[in-house]
């Protein structure tokens, strides 16, 4: 079945410590985008990747870095220098094509700094 | 910048047609989307519309889309228990089709 799997589904986190969320997709999309979700703040985006080995910076990129050495996978690592890293984030992928952007989302990481 | 607005809440009796709202201010958007999202998971694509699109249905979805007024609106018929959940809209940012610019999203509750 083709889709995009994150893991792990809850991680934990020591103040100070940093950690890498996976994503995967194996449905062949060239761009792939991470989010931060927030209660009642909806989306809001952290990095994106519109081709392997270049990325851009989202809205929200202080205290995270990414990588996309492959086409399927883009890992998302917090940095202990994320000042409020607890949230839910949700990664997901696209094919552009003639100004149609359908980004189809991963069931998520819950991530909690203890 | 691009600025996606919804109200947060919605409460329906079961059977009742639900209808949520999104105002944007980039009318360069070609495409606009909503999504659903269930308590725990991620986003799900419910469905479209292109920007020279007034209507769109499928099934018990209704879009609509008012251009002049870049209002946006999401008609579900028959609502029922499952399609509680959060729902959200999503254009394209101005000038820049690869990102997309999601509303705060709204909250449907739907009650018996």
């Known amino acids: 079945d083709g889709g995009i799997t994150q893991s792990p589904k809850y991680l934990f986190r020591k103040e100070g410590q940093n950690v890498t969320l996976s994503c995967e997709q194996n449905?062949?999309?060239?761009?792939m985008y991470w989010y931060r979700q927030d209660p009642g703040q909806g989306l809001r985006l952290i990095y994106y990747s519109q081709i392997v080995n270049d990325f851009q910076k989202g809205d929200i990129a202080e205290g995270y870095s990414v990588s996309r050495e492959k086409k399927e996978s883009f890992p998302l690592t917090v940095t202990s220098a994320q000042k409020n890293p607890t949230a839910f984030y949700l990664c997901?992928?696209?094919?552009?094509?003639?100004?149609?952007?359908?980004?189809?989302f991963g069931p998520g990481t819950r991530l909690t700094v203890l | 910048g691009e600025d996606v607005e919804q109200s947060l809440f919605l409460s329906v009796r079961e059977g009742d047609s639900s209808v949520i709202n999104c105002t944007y201010t980039d009318s360069s958007s070609t495409y606009l989307y909503w999504y659903k999202q269930e308590p725990g998971a991620g986003l799900q694509l419910l469905t479209y519309i292109f920007s020279n699109m007034d209507m769109k249905q499928d099934q018990r979805l209704t879009v609509l889309l008012n251009k002049k007024d870049k209002h946006l609106s999401l008609r579900i018929a028959d609502t029922q228990t499952g399609d509680s959940a959060i729902y959200f809209c999503a254009g394209g940012g101005s000038y820049n089709t690869d990102k997309l610019i999601f509303g705060t999203g709204t909250r449907l509750q739907v009650f018996p």
């Open positions: 449905l062949n999309h060239d761009a």
């Open positions: 997901a992928s696209s094919i552009i094509s003639q100004g149609r952007n359908e980004q189809f």
